[in-house]
């Protein structure tokens, strides 16, 4: 299915019946990161999955991906297809944009789960990682993308996921240099959102891997302590949708029930 935002084409899939679910991947990802748990979620579910700016089918909208925008864009999906309200289930950067849409529409968000996320701006440090992306991909995106995706498994991970890493690497190898270059700059400029996570009175659940090279663990046991949100620890680093599939389907099945 497409649906044109400021006349840009946004590509999505939609399963099932039932309240509605989004699922937003993260950078360097598509839609169909979601395949696996698609049949177990569409069961009592209205799952839509879409492709962010830049990613998958979906093309280039601006110079900079904002997370606002990005939400913005969910609101229209939600509009076009008369869908008042939702569930959201953000991966990385989905999750970023999960709380985006949280803070601007908090009425249209039944649940959020942060997989693999934070509602937290980037740190000094990874402001200055951002930096070097931004010089680093017009010239050396195969590079880049080949480190950035390993670094998102955890160590054993990669051997045991090595078909999977490389299905990853092989998936963001098709995307744009602006598309990279878009959502970095958009992540880069995000706003500190943890008080819309402690503020929010509905369902709010964060899963994160212990060994996410990303995201510390102690990091998110503290943003969880301090916003009243449930965490699910998981083994393993930041792909959990891959390293523990089973696992992020129980979750995510009793964080619908919640």
Not at 15 to 31: M, S, T, V
Not at 55 to 65: A, C, F, I, Y
Not at 206 to 230: F, M, R
Request: charged fraction near 30%; proline fraction near 3%; include cysteine.
């Amino acid at each position: 299915m497409i649906v044109n935002y400021k006349n840009t084409p946004i590509h999505l899939d939609q399963y099932g019946k039932g309240n509605a679910l989004f699922l937003i991947h993260g950078f360097l990802e598509e839609r169909n990161i979601w395949n696996e748990l698609i049949p177990k979620l569409q069961e009592n579910n209205l799952v839509i999955c879409p492709d962010l700016f830049g990613h998958g089918e979906t093309p280039v909208l601006s110079e900079v991906h904002t997370m606002e925008e990005m939400a913005d864009a969910v609101a229209f999906i939600m509009d076009e297809l008369k869908i008042e309200s939702a569930s959201l289930i953000g991966h990385s950067m989905g999750g970023y944009i999960s709380m985006a849409f949280l803070e601007k529409y908090p009425e249209r968000a039944d649940r959020i789960m942060l997989l693999n996320s934070s509602p937290k701006e980037d740190s000094a440090e990874r402001l200055i990682e951002r930096d070097q992306v931004i010089k680093i991909v017009p010239k050396h995106k195969q590079i880049f993308i080949k480190s950035a995706v390993t670094k998102l498994f955890a160590e054993e991970s990669r051997i045991q996921f090595e078909d999977k890493l490389n299905q990853r690497i092989e998936a963001a190898m098709k995307m744009e240099v602006n598309g990279i270059l878009a959502a970095t700059k958009g992540m880069k400029i995000r706003k500190d959102r943890e008080w819309v996570l402690k503020n929010h009175t509905g369902t709010k659940w964060i899963v994160a891997g212990e060994e996410d090279a990303l995201i510390p663990i102690e990091t998110l046991k503290n943003i969880a302590q301090n916003t009243d949100t449930k965490l699910v620890e998981l083994p393993g680093g930041h792909m959990s949708y891959i390293e523990q599939r089973e696992k992020v389907i129980k979750a995510i099945d009793q964080f619908l029930k919640q």
